[in-house]
């Protein structure tokens, strides 16, 4: 178990480092149809559906490769 967390800090600080130098890599994500974005004068409310399920779909096919 200790190695899984080594391994996630590790993953953690290379998607840290790599968003921190690259900004903009991800502009796409909460602007996909199907993201709702409700606006009034004094509340915002974002559900970002899509881009959950995209996200929960490549992170479902990336850990079934690691386990094989």
């Known amino acids: 178990m200790a190695r899984w967390f080594i391994v996630a800090g ?3 600080i290379v998607v840290g ?3 921190h130098f690259t900004p903009g ?3 796409w994500f909460g602007k996909l149809p199907g993201d709702i974005n409700i606006r009034s004068e004094n509340s ?3 559900i970002p559906i899509t881009s959950m ?3 929960s779909v490549v992170l479902t ?3 079934n490769l ?3």
């Open 10 to 12: 590790i993953i953690l």
């Open 17 to 19: 480092a790599i968003l």
């Open 25 to 27: 890599i991800l502009n």
């Open 44 to 46: 915002r409310v974002f």
């Open 53 to 55: 399920i995209i996200i």
């Open 61 to 63: 096919i990336v850990l």
């Open 66 to 68: 690691f386990n094989r």
